[in-house]
């Protein structure tokens, strides 16, 4: 099979054959069908992340259809639609027992510490294939395992509260998500901002109420004056950039030392930064990294009922070997682009 591995820091990913894994009694083996390009993917593709070992099929965002299972698998079939959840937990730790397998202490990644899903065939354990209806189009469920999920779980641990208003920085892959989350969970307003237009207009039709352009907006003034003064009640910072995340800090505070909401912190800081001490006054700031195993099943059945429409999340669709270009596209940051996905293997 064809796969994309990472070999060395700061060098292109090498996409070569190698062998298809063989299974154990609790694992399945999924043909992937779609598998998204996300943020992460470009970090590792640029040295700022290693992963745990080299070489490493890299990907995290996958789907496709079973193909095998072992002997022990019970929860899927071979010809079941399937998405990959990319957090392998042990079930039984102290964190898994609480339900927060994402934080397990005995966690591996896969397309960190295990191979990935820029591959042709992929094993995993049975309980890491989340079966889907053959109703919901399969590259549907390579972004559900991520961009969809992610921004899911940063506005759950977000308290979000019906009326809210909620400020997303960064309308990208997780950001539009975190928009199209936000309005399903009864803000009572949603703006967005972005650097891209496009992004934006697409924010608006993802459930964003105002868009925000800081190349052209007083940002802060506006936030401060859509919520009488008061700061946003929640703002998550999908960007990544210092600049948001010092900007971010600021729209939960509002206008007096006394006032301040919920941060969250999706988009991965790479750069230290200093915020103002008063920033967070009674207020909240946490980062949210990755959803657990309950809310995947959760956003599977929401989507499989008709309750969320991704039909424009994903904006290009590439083969295999083409993944420097797909890499390329989603570090660009150009119009247009939303979720990159990889559908062809050979
Ligand atoms: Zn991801
Ligand atoms: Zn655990």
Redesign the pocket.
Known sequence: MLAAFYKEKGKPFVVEETDIPRIGPDEVLVEIKAAGI?G?DVHYWKGEFEPAHIPLIIG??GAGVVKEVGENVKNISVNDHAIIHYVVSCGICKNCLEGNDNRCRNRKSIGHDVNGTFAQFIKVPARNAVKISRAVPIEWGAIIG??VS?AYHAVRVSGLEPGDTAVVFGAGGVGLHAVMWAKFFAAGKVIAIDLIDSKLEKAKRYGADIILNPMRDDILEIINKETEGFGADVVIECSGSTQAMIQAIKAIKGKNLFESGTLVSVGLQTKPFQFEYWGLREGWATVSGDHTLSELHQIVKLVENGRVNLSESITHRIQLTEIARGIKLVESKEEHVERVVVNKFT
């Open positions: 996300c992460t995290h965002e991520c961009a992610t």
